[in-house]
Protein backbone atom coordinates (compact mmCIF):
# COMPACT_ATOMS: atom_id res chain seq x y z
CA UNK A 1 0.00 0.00 0.00
CA UNK A 2 1.49 3.50 -0.56
CA UNK A 3 -0.17 6.59 0.60
CA UNK A 4 -1.59 8.84 -2.02
CA UNK A 5 -1.78 12.63 -2.65
CA UNK A 6 -5.46 12.72 -1.66
CA UNK A 7 -5.07 14.11 1.90
CA UNK A 8 -4.34 11.24 3.79
CA UNK A 9 -6.23 8.49 2.64
CA UNK A 10 -4.37 4.87 1.07
CA UNK A 11 -4.81 4.35 -2.47
CA UNK A 12 -6.40 0.89 -2.23
CA UNK A 13 -9.15 3.27 0.69
CA UNK A 14 -8.24 0.93 3.47
CA UNK A 15 -7.48 3.55 5.68
CA UNK A 16 -9.80 6.87 5.44
CA UNK A 17 -9.46 9.81 7.16
CA UNK A 18 -13.01 10.34 8.33
CA UNK A 19 -13.54 6.99 10.32
CA UNK A 20 -15.27 5.71 7.17
CA UNK A 21 -18.78 5.76 9.57
CA UNK A 22 -21.34 6.54 7.36
CA UNK A 23 -23.64 9.88 8.73
CA UNK A 24 -26.92 8.87 10.36
CA UNK A 25 -29.82 8.82 7.48
CA UNK A 26 -32.92 9.75 9.46
CA UNK A 27 -32.92 12.78 11.57
CA UNK A 28 -35.90 13.35 13.85
CA UNK A 29 -35.11 17.39 13.94
CA UNK A 30 -35.00 17.30 10.21
CA UNK A 31 -37.63 15.05 9.53
CA UNK A 32 -39.75 14.58 12.00
CA UNK A 33 -42.82 12.60 9.48
CA UNK A 34 -40.50 9.57 9.52
CA UNK A 35 -41.02 9.25 13.34
CA UNK A 36 -44.36 10.44 14.30
CA UNK A 37 -46.70 7.83 15.65
CA UNK A 38 -43.96 5.17 14.85
CA UNK A 39 -44.34 3.55 18.49
CA UNK A 40 -48.43 3.02 18.20
CA UNK A 41 -48.18 1.78 15.08
CA UNK A 42 -45.42 -0.78 16.21
CA UNK A 43 -47.88 -2.00 18.75
CA UNK A 44 -50.86 -2.72 16.09
CA UNK A 45 -48.13 -3.99 13.75
CA UNK A 46 -46.74 -6.73 16.66
CA UNK A 47 -50.10 -7.36 17.24
CA UNK A 48 -50.89 -8.23 13.40
CA UNK A 49 -47.57 -10.19 13.35
CA UNK A 50 -48.22 -12.21 16.80
CA UNK A 51 -51.84 -13.35 14.73
CA UNK A 52 -49.89 -14.09 11.23
CA UNK A 53 -47.24 -16.08 13.49
CA UNK A 54 -50.17 -17.77 15.91
CA UNK A 55 -52.42 -18.75 12.96
CA UNK A 56 -50.28 -21.46 11.41
CA UNK A 57 -49.01 -22.63 14.51
CA UNK A 58 -52.36 -23.19 16.02
CA UNK A 59 -53.49 -25.51 13.08
CA UNK A 60 -50.34 -27.16 13.39
CA UNK A 61 -51.20 -27.97 17.27
CA UNK A 62 -54.74 -29.41 16.29
CA UNK A 63 -53.40 -31.24 13.54
CA UNK A 64 -51.59 -32.58 16.31
CA UNK A 65 -54.22 -33.66 18.35
CA UNK A 66 -56.64 -34.93 15.82
CA UNK A 67 -53.83 -36.90 14.21
CA UNK A 68 -53.17 -38.09 17.85
CA UNK A 69 -56.95 -39.63 18.52
CA UNK A 70 -56.74 -41.67 14.67
CA UNK A 71 -53.33 -42.97 16.04
CA UNK A 72 -55.13 -44.17 19.40
CA UNK A 73 -52.14 -41.35 21.24
CA UNK A 74 -49.46 -42.47 19.36
CA UNK A 75 -49.39 -38.51 17.24
CA UNK A 76 -48.76 -36.82 20.32
CA UNK A 77 -45.60 -38.18 20.30
CA UNK A 78 -45.34 -34.83 17.61
CA UNK A 79 -46.28 -32.22 20.12
CA UNK A 80 -42.68 -32.24 21.66
CA UNK A 81 -42.18 -30.44 18.30
CA UNK A 82 -44.18 -27.56 18.40
CA UNK A 83 -42.61 -24.92 20.71
CA UNK A 84 -39.35 -25.28 18.54
CA UNK A 85 -41.12 -25.52 15.29
CA UNK A 86 -42.96 -22.35 16.74
CA UNK A 87 -39.45 -20.66 17.15
CA UNK A 88 -38.29 -21.88 14.00
CA UNK A 89 -41.10 -20.04 12.27
CA UNK A 90 -41.29 -16.98 14.06
CA UNK A 91 -37.38 -16.83 12.99
CA UNK A 92 -37.60 -17.40 9.26
CA UNK A 93 -41.11 -15.02 9.56
CA UNK A 94 -39.39 -12.12 10.64
CA UNK A 95 -35.81 -12.86 8.66
CA UNK A 96 -37.79 -13.40 5.48
CA UNK A 97 -40.20 -10.20 5.53
CA UNK A 98 -37.50 -7.96 6.47
CA UNK A 99 -35.09 -9.35 4.77
CA UNK A 100 -37.32 -8.86 1.90
CA UNK A 101 -38.25 -6.03 -1.03
CA UNK A 102 -40.08 -3.99 1.66
CA UNK A 103 -38.21 -4.60 4.98
CA UNK A 104 -41.16 -5.18 6.52
CA UNK A 105 -43.25 -8.11 8.25
CA UNK A 106 -46.53 -8.00 6.93
CA UNK A 107 -47.92 -6.59 10.29
CA UNK A 108 -45.23 -3.14 9.52
CA UNK A 109 -46.27 -3.25 5.74
CA UNK A 110 -50.06 -2.86 7.24
CA UNK A 111 -48.98 0.00 9.45
CA UNK A 112 -46.87 2.11 6.90
CA UNK A 113 -43.59 0.94 9.04
CA UNK A 114 -40.01 -0.13 7.27
CA UNK A 115 -37.01 -1.31 9.30
CA UNK A 116 -34.00 0.66 7.95
CA UNK A 117 -30.17 0.54 9.51
CA UNK A 118 -29.15 3.56 11.19
CA UNK A 119 -27.43 4.72 8.13
CA UNK A 120 -30.31 4.51 5.56
CA UNK A 121 -30.11 0.75 4.38
CA UNK A 122 -32.43 -2.34 4.23
CA UNK A 123 -32.96 -4.62 6.77
CA UNK A 124 -31.68 -8.27 5.52
CA UNK A 125 -32.10 -11.52 6.42
CA UNK A 126 -29.84 -12.32 9.55
CA UNK A 127 -31.13 -8.38 10.89
CA UNK A 128 -34.18 -9.43 10.74
CA UNK A 129 -33.88 -12.81 12.65
CA UNK A 130 -31.81 -11.23 15.59
CA UNK A 131 -34.27 -8.36 15.26
CA UNK A 132 -36.78 -10.82 16.14
CA UNK A 133 -34.87 -13.04 18.91
CA UNK A 134 -33.28 -9.58 20.26
CA UNK A 135 -37.10 -8.33 20.85
CA UNK A 136 -38.36 -11.16 22.69
CA UNK A 137 -34.78 -11.53 25.48
CA UNK A 138 -35.77 -8.03 25.80
CA UNK A 139 -39.33 -8.38 26.69
CA UNK A 140 -38.57 -11.23 28.22
CA UNK A 141 -36.48 -9.32 31.04
CA UNK A 142 -37.16 -5.72 31.07
CA UNK A 143 -41.19 -6.32 29.75
CA UNK A 144 -42.70 -2.67 30.00
CA UNK A 145 -39.08 -1.29 30.10
CA UNK A 146 -38.45 -1.66 26.63
CA UNK A 147 -41.30 0.44 25.74
CA UNK A 148 -40.58 3.18 27.95
CA UNK A 149 -37.00 3.27 26.28
CA UNK A 150 -38.63 4.77 22.79
CA UNK A 151 -40.85 7.36 24.86
CA UNK A 152 -37.17 8.89 25.41
CA UNK A 153 -35.20 8.99 22.09
CA UNK A 154 -35.96 10.92 18.87
CA UNK A 155 -35.80 8.07 16.66
CA UNK A 156 -38.45 5.94 19.16
CA UNK A 157 -35.70 3.36 18.70
CA UNK A 158 -36.56 0.37 21.45
CA UNK A 159 -33.58 -1.02 23.25
CA UNK A 160 -33.35 -3.66 20.42
CA UNK A 161 -33.17 -1.20 17.65
CA UNK A 162 -30.73 0.60 19.51
CA UNK A 163 -28.19 -2.49 20.26
CA UNK A 164 -28.37 -3.55 16.40
CA UNK A 165 -28.47 -0.40 14.67
CA UNK A 166 -31.67 0.19 13.20
CA UNK A 167 -34.53 2.19 13.08
CA UNK A 168 -38.24 2.27 11.99
CA UNK A 169 -39.29 4.41 9.92
CA UNK A 170 -42.98 5.55 8.63
CA UNK A 171 -42.46 4.26 5.06
CA UNK A 172 -45.55 6.44 3.59
CA UNK A 173 -43.86 9.65 4.42
CA UNK A 174 -40.22 8.11 2.71
CA UNK A 175 -42.08 6.82 -0.39
CA UNK A 176 -44.97 8.77 -0.78
CA UNK A 177 -47.94 7.71 -3.15
CA UNK A 178 -48.30 8.73 -6.48
CA UNK A 179 -50.77 11.38 -7.71
CA UNK A 180 -53.49 9.63 -9.38
CA UNK A 181 -53.73 9.74 -13.37
CA UNK A 182 -56.23 12.42 -14.91
CA UNK A 183 -58.73 11.16 -17.39
CA UNK A 184 -60.16 13.79 -19.63
CA UNK A 185 -63.57 13.39 -21.33
Known sequence: MSYGNDGGTWRNEAWRSDGGVPPHAFDPSMQPDLFRGVLTRRVFAFLIDLFVLSVPVILAVIFIAVFGLVTLGLGWALFWIAWPASVIWAIVYYGACIGGPSSATIGMRVMDLELRTWYGAPGYFVLGATHAVLFWITVSFLSPFVVLVGLFNGRRRLLHDIILGTVIIN???????????????
Not at 178 to 185: H, K
Open 171 to 185: SSVRTPVAPAARTSY
